[in-house]
């Protein structure tokens, strides 16, 4: 519905570029799925339509990621910022694709660990 879809004109500009030199590229329209099967429905639906599919994190990128340079559904993932499990024995957590570093380093606090800058894995 209405608030997990827009086609405005400064929400589409607003994710269609990142912090890199590459000009605007919007997408077609911008949702915010919600749980893992939403993103399952809405991935299935753009793969039969054959629409391009642009996920959007905090828009931070340098790469241009971000530009929906053939249009498409851009998936902003925002909405999706569920700590799942954390696992101090092994050093591990399951986060939802929404959760950011700041949020995460958040709720770490007090178990000492933290999540630095530059990590792969997440």
């Given at each position: ?9 400064a ?41 391009p ?24 993932l ?45």
């Amino acid at each position: 519905g209405a608030p997990n879809v827009s086609t405005t004109t400064a929400v589409r500009e607003q994710h269609g570029h990142d912090e890199s030199m590459h000009p605007c590229a919007p997408p077609d329209v911008v949702v915010w799925p919600q749980a893992v099967g939403q993103v399952q429905e809405l991935a299935a639906l753009c793969h039969r339509c054959r629409v391009p599919m642009v996920p959007f994190g905090t828009g931070t990128g340098l790469e241009g990621g971000v530009n929906a340079v053939q249009g498409g559904v851009c998936f902003d993932l925002s909405r999706m910022d569920a700590i799942a499990e954390l696992s101090l024995e092994d050093f591990s957590v399951t986060v939802e694709p929404g959760v950011t570093r700041k949020a995460l380093n958040k709720y770490l606090r007090g178990t000492g660990l933290w999540f630095p800058v530059g990590t792969v894995g997440m």
